[in-house]
Structures are given as C-alpha cells and as structure tokens.
C-alpha cells in the first residue's frame, strides 16, 4: 500500500528507513522531508501542518495510511480532520486525535491526567496572567531548585529551572506577564524538581492493548558532561542499562497501565505512540512529561531495534488489534551521535555543503536538518546529522558512531563525544 509519513526530522528518516523494509510498503511518501528521506521513498513539497494540501495528496494518489512524525499537526488536530471528512475518514491516521495529544500540547492538562489516575509525577501548580500574584506569593515557600514549564507548545525551551526564588520570580513574571514564550506561556505550570537520572519509554497502543518499545536516554546539553544550553537533542543511547527487572516493572505497573487505562476511562480515543518521559528516583519512577509522538533524537536508537514489520504493528493500531500482532527487538545496544551546526541552539548559518557520507561503515546516518541544493547535500537545521550504530555493548557501538561522526565534514560541525558518559 501507499503510505504517507510526515516530518522533515532525523525522527522521520529513521521511521522512512524502518517503513520503507516492510512487506506492506508499495511507495512511501515523505511530506516534507529532507535529503536523507530520498533514499527510502519521495519526497513531497507539503508542509505537515496543510491539512487540505494532504487530503489533495492522498486521494489523488490512493495512500492507505498516514504516519504523523511531529507534534504539531496532532495538537492541531490532523487526526480528527481526517475523521471528519467523508473523503478520507477511511484513512488510518497514526496519531492521536486533538484531545488526545493535548497531553503533550498542555502541561497543565498532562498534570491534571497524571493526577486523576494516581500516577506519580511532582506537585504542581498551575497559573495564568490573572494570577501572577497568587504565584509569585506560591514561589515564597517553594523548596529549590523550582521548575516553571510553559504549558502549550514552545519548541523544547518552554521549561526552565530556576536555582533561587528571585530568578523564579522574575522568569514567572516573563512568561505571564511579558509573554516570553507567547501564547505557550499564557499557563504555567510550577512544579517540584525531581531528583534522578531521566530516561524516555516509549509505548504504542491502538486504545486498548499497547507494546511497550525499547526504552532509551537522551541528552539534551550542548556541553559534554551535560553542561551550557538545552538542545533538541545531541545523542541517545537504547536501551538504558538500569531500565530493566523491578524497574521496568514499576514503570509498567504504575505509569504505563495507568496511562493506557486512563485514557480509556477519560473516553479520550488514542491511536499512536506515547513518549513517557521519566525520572528515576533512587529506583522509584515518576513522570516529568508525556509527548504524543516519538522521540528525537531517542528514535534513530530505537527503531533500529524492533526487529519486527513496524507497519504491520502500526495497522494492528489502525485495526484496534496491536494485541495480535507479534514483536521482537534486538539485544544489542544503539547509539546515536547528533551533528550539529556552528552555534547552535543559538544562531546558526544554513546552506554548508556536507561531504564524507559515502565513507561511514558500520553505522546508519540519519539526516536531521539536510536539504539537497544543486546536487549537493548541505545543512539546513540545527541539528543537521545523526550517526547509530548497533554494537554488542554501549562501548563498542559508540566507539564507531564517534569515529563515523568524525568522517562526516561540512564547516562548523560540533558533536558532543561523550554520549553515554553517566551510563559507564
């Protein structure tokens, strides 16, 4: 069949990669895609958010299923568009309907969800602009460090952790008052830092039964030792060591059933994967967060560890019969090394030619932010490059992402090399 995958990302050049195996795949398409995706399918000049240049696209050429990489069209509801047109209703779309995702597009409403069905996450708080006051007098006795998250959507940089009450403060004051992350600040969730090692599981439920995927670890800081600003992403390693035994038991028991029951219980229809973002607290799981999609960069290291067809779990979502189908992953490690440009996550140039891709071995190169100009590959993101590898341990695997990472050459290049370092 005709699949249509949505994305641009290193996310969606792993899922192209993945899809592109499966016995169910005729032609994938790629809206819009990157340099990257052209090896797996076509690449479609349509953004991800035009919902009617999408139902124009697949009638005209007779996809059977859409897969949504990115969060955005699912907040802004691309499901339920689908489900509302007598044209394409009949199109499975991989993804949670609006309600759905406002999981990931309203911290306040994740927290309210957490808390209606007892899952463990940190106290909170919610405020809006008309309550800058009620916060500020809420900060006054708040244990330190405090952390203010922007409720709605502000592409990664909307959660800040404040050391003392006055920089809190000053920063409730921004984002209520000043609008600092515009309309995704006009909530703000305060909340308890939580103390631990943070790792991402990944689960994938079609409503009623769910698989729960590899889980993984990413890092976020531009430094090595995790160290200077936040990032999308610089690396990931899958699986986590310690996320196994009595800890993925816990986690399954108290978040993941919870979470999969609640939904149902909440009437909220879910078709898609759920992204558990976690802190362990001396062996004691609690959620910092859910996002309604994939990973980035954590699905260039898992995906290539699930062995089995990917479409065909995905239309056992589509069919509500996940519980049918058979899955298996792969026991060796994955890691993955993400290429960045110059200055980055500040003020980047784009448009710098990339050479050295013809000379990796060992490892699969995901494009993340690449464009195909005049025949060359050059940069056109942030992070522009991811390198995996699958190894017998986190070791070896690394040590060829990080010398296959080194082959790769455009102007302003920066990779972190200790990918890993707190797992060692």
């Known amino acids: 069949m005709n699949i249509l995958l949505l994305g641009s990302g290193g996310r969606e050049h792993a899922f192209a990669w993945k899809i592109s195996q499966s016995k169910h795949c005729e032609t994938l398409f790629i809206a819009p895609g990157n340099a990257g995706t052209l090896h797996h399918g ?35 509801g691309i499901h339920d568009f689908f489900l509302a047109d007598n044209q394409i209703k009949h199109i499975p779309v991989i993804g949670p309907q609006q309600l759905g995702a406002t999981l990931e597009g309203s911290k306040d409403f994740s927290k309210q969800f957490m808390m209606r069905h007892n899952i463990p996450t940190a106290a909170y708080a919610s405020f809006t602009a008309d309550q800058l006051q009620e916060g ?3 900060l006054e006795n708040h244990s330190l460090p405090i952390v203010l998250k922007a409720d709605g959507l502000a592409a990664g940089k909307g ?13 409730l004051k921004a984002m209520l008052a000043d609008a600092k992350f515009g309309e995704a600040s006009k909530t703000v969730v305060i909340e308890a830092f939580l103390k631990g090692i943070e790792l991402s599981v ?10 729960l995927l590899p889980s993984a670890k990413d890092y976020k800081r531009i430094g090595e030792a995790d160290a200077g600003l936040n990032t999308g992403g610089m690396g990931s390693i899958s699986p986590v060591p310690f996320a196994q035994g009595d800890f993925m038991k816990k986690v399954e028991e108290r978040i993941v059933i919870p979470t999969v029951e609640g939904l149902k219980k909440d009437n909220i229809p879910y ?3 759920i992204f558990i973002g976690l802190m362990n607290d001396n062996g004691d799981p609690f959620v910092v967060e859910y996002n309604v999609r994939m990973g980035d960069p954590e699905t260039e290291s898992v995906l290539p560890r699930i062995k089995s067809d990917l479409v065909d779990l995905l239309l056992g979502v589509a069919n509500e019969k996940l519980h049918e189908k058979s899955y298996e992953v792969d026991e060796r490690t994955a890691t993955t090394v993400m290429l960045v440009s110059g200055g980055y996550p500040g003020d980047y140039e784009k448009g710098k030619e990339i050479t050295g891709l ?8 995901f494009h ?7 025949g060359k590959v050059v940069t056109a993101g942030g992070r522009v490059i991811a390198v ?8 070896s695997a690394l040590a060829f992402s990080n010398s296959n990472a080194a082959k790769i050459q455009y102007e302003g290049k920066y990779y972190r090399k200790d990918i890993g370092f707190d797992l060692k």
């Open 42 to 76: 076509q690449n479609v000049a349509i953004k991800a958010t035009d919902f009617e240049a999408i139902k124009k696209f697949v009638l005209e050429n007779e996809v059977k299923m859409v897969i949504v990489g990115p969060e955005e069209p699912l907040v802004k």
């Open 136 to 138: 500020l007098n809420y």
């Open 159 to 171: 959660v800040l952790i404040c050391q003392s009450r006055e920089e809190a403060k000053a920063e």
């Open 202 to 211: 990944f689960v994938l439920t079609d409503g009623h039964s769910y698989k």
């Open 271 to 273: 078709k898609g994967f």
């Open 358 to 365: 013809e000379n990796i071995e060992n490892s699969l190169v």
């Open 368 to 374: 993340a932010g690449t464009e195909l100009k005049d």
């Open 388 to 395: 995996t590898t699958l190894g017998k341990d986190m070791e």
